[in-house]
């Protein structure tokens, strides 16, 4: 990455231009989109993306709030369905289910058909239980120096949060045997012991994934969650808000 750096890498917006060869879009559509991490972003009026990267808005929710569906989308999906290969009758533990890619992972292993554990604070507690989590807990316990959580072990445990690297580890003991511990955050321990795989999740962008959340969107299965509607002009307040962990799911920013 280059200094000045335009960040954002959730973008929602209309085609405005086609570069040399790109086929298959037209001018007007609007799309949403994964960016590279290492190009310019979507903090901005204009923003040169990837073809292969978009995928057409869903038209059921307000062209701006799209843009809160790709990363968190396309993370839960990636974690539960290409590493933990999640299946009906399972059960999953999520460890920050309150944030934004957490409020996708609920919905979409309680469409799979998975029972569903939420670890989130309570005042998130009533909008999982809508998105569909069979059990909210607002901390996972600690006895003698071991985590509990009723109804463990889990078959699957994605985690969400900044932990250390002795807690994500810990997270292994709510994994029954052959089971999965997955995080987005510090990596998990590589051989826990008991079968239990582990993986970091690192999101890709894949358009087809992508163009799949957006139909769930359309067809009401899928509820994009926007915690807050501001100006591209705030965005270093947000910024410092995020670093001081004041954001309470995603803020949606569309130039003045």
């Given at each position: 990455?280059?200094?000045?750096?335009?960040?954002?890498?959730?973008?929602?917006?209309?085609?405005?231009?086609?570069?040399?060869?790109?086929?298959?879009?037209?001018?007007?559509?609007?799309?949403?989109?994964?960016?590279?991490?290492?190009?310019?972003?979507?903090?901005?009026?204009?923003?040169?993306?990837?073809?292969?990267?978009?995928?057409?808005?869903?038209?059921?929710?307000?062209?701006?709030?799209?843009?809160?569906?790709?990363?968190?989308?396309?993370?839960?999906?990636?974690?539960?369905?290409?590493?933990?290969?999640?299946?009906?009758?399972?059960?999953?533990?999520?460890?920050?289910?309150?944030?934004?890619?957490?409020?996708?992972?609920?919905?979409?292993?309680?469409?799979?058909?998975?029972?569903?554990?939420?670890?989130?604070?309570?005042?998130?507690?009533?909008?999982?239980?809508?998105?569909?989590?069979?059990?909210?807990?607002?901390?996972?316990?600690?006895?003698?120096?071991?985590?509990t959580v009723a109804?463990?072990?889990?078959?699957?445990?994605?985690?969400?949060?900044?932990?250390?690297?002795?807690?994500?580890?810990?997270?292994?003991?709510?994994?029954?045997?052959?089971?999965?511990?997955?995080?987005?955050?510090?990596?998990?321990?590589?051989?826990?012991?008991?079968?239990?795989?582990?993986?970091?999740?690192?999101?890709?962008?894949?358009?087809?994934?992508?163009?799949?959340?957006?139909?769930?969107?359309?067809?009401?299965?899928?509820?994009?969650?926007?915690?807050?509607?501001?100006?591209?002009?705030?965005?270093?307040?947000?910024?410092?808000?995020?670093?001081?962990?004041?954001?309470?799911?995603k803020t949606v920013?569309?130039?003045?």
């Open positions: 990455m280059r200094f000045p750096h335009i960040p954002g890498i959730d973008v929602a917006g209309t085609i405005a231009e086609l570069g040399d060869g790109v086929e298959g879009w037209q001018t007007g559509t609007e799309v949403v989109a994964f960016l590279p991490m290492d190009t310019s972003g979507a903090a901005a009026d204009y923003v040169l993306a990837p073809a292969n990267a978009l995928a057409v808005a869903p038209r059921t929710v307000e062209l701006a709030d799209a843009a809160a569906l790709p990363v968190g989308g396309l993370t839960a999906w990636q974690a539960l369905f290409d590493h933990a290969e999640l299946r009906a009758g399972q059960t999953v533990l999520i460890n920050g289910a309150g944030g934004a890619v957490g409020g996708f992972a609920v919905q979409l292993a309680h469409q799979q058909g998975a029972h569903v554990t939420a670890v989130a604070s309570e005042r998130h507690a009533e909008r999982l239980r809508a998105d569909g989590a069979d059990k909210v807990v607002g901390h996972l316990d600690h006895q003698a120096s071991a985590l109804g463990q072990p889990f078959d699957v445990v994605l985690n969400l949060v900044r932990t250390s690297e002795a807690d994500t580890a810990a997270l292994a003991e709510l994994v029954r045997d052959g089971g999965v511990l997955l995080s987005t955050t510090t990596a998990p321990p590589e051989n826990p012991g008991r079968d239990i795989r582990t993986a970091s999740v690192f999101l890709l962008s894949k358009a087809d994934q992508l163009a799949e959340l957006v139909t769930r969107v359309d067809r009401g299965e899928l509820r994009i969650n926007v915690a807050a509607r501001r100006p591209l002009t705030e965005l270093a307040a947000i910024h410092d808000a995020a670093v001081a962990g004041d954001l309470a799911g920013l569309t130039p003045a």
